[in-house]
C-alpha cells in the first residue's frame, strides 16, 4: 500500500486529473483491487477462478461506467494474461528499443500491430456476451466496493460475490413509471418505461441531418442513436425494448 500510495501520488503530481479521467480511475481501481488479491496461484483452475474473481471485484466500476458486465470477462482474461506476459510484453519492449535508435518500421513493430488487430477482430466476437446492468448509484457502488473487498479477505470470501450480484440486477426492480426526453442533439426521442422494465416503449430515435458535400468532404460516421439513446438505454438497464413508434420519415427522427 505504501508503494501504491507513492505511484498514485506521484502520477497526480504529474497529471492532476488522472482520478477524473475513466482510463485513470479504470487503472487506478484494478491496481489498488489487485493489492486485495492472494499471490498468483501456481494451478491452472486456481488461475481461472483467481480471474474470475477480479473480474466480480472491478464490476461495479464498469457498471458504473459501461452500465454492462461483460460475462466472459474473467475467462479471457486468464487466456489472455500469459500472452500479454510472454508475447506482447517482449515485443514492446523491443519495438520501443528499436525505435529509440532511429529504426522506425522495424519487424517487431509490424509483428506487434498485426497481432494486436488480430486479437481485436477475436475479441470483437465476444461483445454480445454482456449483461446490461443499468447505471448503478454511486453511493452503492463505492458501498459495494468497500463490502466486497472486506468479504473477500475474510476466512468465509466464498460469498464476496452477493453484494455485486445485489448492484447488478438493482435496476431491474425498478417500481418507477417513467418518461423520459433523451438529448438527441437535433431531432427528437422519448423513452417510456414501465415498473420492473417490463414494457418499454420509444417513440423516435434522433438522427443526424446530412446535407450536400463535395465527394472529398464524404466521411465515414456512425449513426447518432449509438452516441445518444442507445447509452441512455444502456444507463437504464433496458436490454429489450416492446414497441418502437416512428411519427414521421424525416432523418432527424428516425435516423
Known amino acids: 500500500m505504501d508503494r501504491f500510495s507513492i505511484v498514485l501520488m506521484l502520477l497526480l503530481f504529474i497529471d492532476p486529473k488522472s482520478l477524473l479521467q475513466v482510463s485513470g480511475i479504470l487503472s487506478i481501481g484494478m491496481s489498488a483491487i489487485l493489492l486485495f488479491i492472494e499471490n498468483n496461484p501456481k494451478q491452472r ?23 454492462e458486465f461483460p460475462l466472459l470477462g474473467g475467462l479471457l482474461t486468464s487466456v489472455m494474461a500469459p ?32 497481432l494486436i ?29 468497500i463490502v466486497s473487498l472486506l468479504s473477500y479477505q475474510v476466512k468465509h470470501r466464498k460469498f464476496f460475490f452477493i453484494p455485486l450480484v445485489l448492484l447488478m440486477v438493482q435496476n431491474a426492480f425498478s417500481l418507477d413509471t417513467s418518461v423520459s426526453f433523451v438529448d438527441v442533439g437535433q431531432g427528437d426521442s422519448i423513452v417510456i418505461q414501465m415498473p420492473f422494465k417490463k414494457d418499454v416503449y420509444v417513440v423516435d430515435t434522433g438522427g443526424k441531418l446530412n446535407f450536400l458535400k463535395e465527394d472529398w468532404q464524404e466521411r465515414e460516421i456512425r449513426a447518432n442513436a449509438e452516441f445518444t439513446l442507445m447509452p441512455f438505454l444502456k444507463g437504464e438497464g433496458v436490454r429489450k425494448i416492446k414497441g418502437l413508434v416512428l411519427t414521421h420519415g424525416d432523418v432527424d427522427h428516425m435516423g
Open 45 to 67: 483452475f486456481s488461475k481461472i477462478r483467481q480471474s474470475l474473481e477480479i473480474s466480480l471485484l472491478v464490476s461495479p466500476f464498469l457498471l458504473y461506467f459501461f452500465f
Open 83 to 114: 500472452l500479454f506476459t510472454s508475447v506482447f510484453l517482449p515485443l514492446c519492449i523491443g519495438s520501443i528499443g528499436l525505435t529509440v535508435i532511429g529504426w522506425q518500421n522495424n519487424s517487431l513493430t509490424f509483428v506487434l500491430e498485426t
Open 117 to 145: 488487430s488480430f486479437i481485436e477482430k477475436g475479441i470483437s466476437y465476444t461483445k454480445n456476451f454482456s449483461f446490461i446492468t443499468g447505471q448503478p448509484n454511486l453511493i452503492f457502488v463505492v458501498i459495494c466496493l
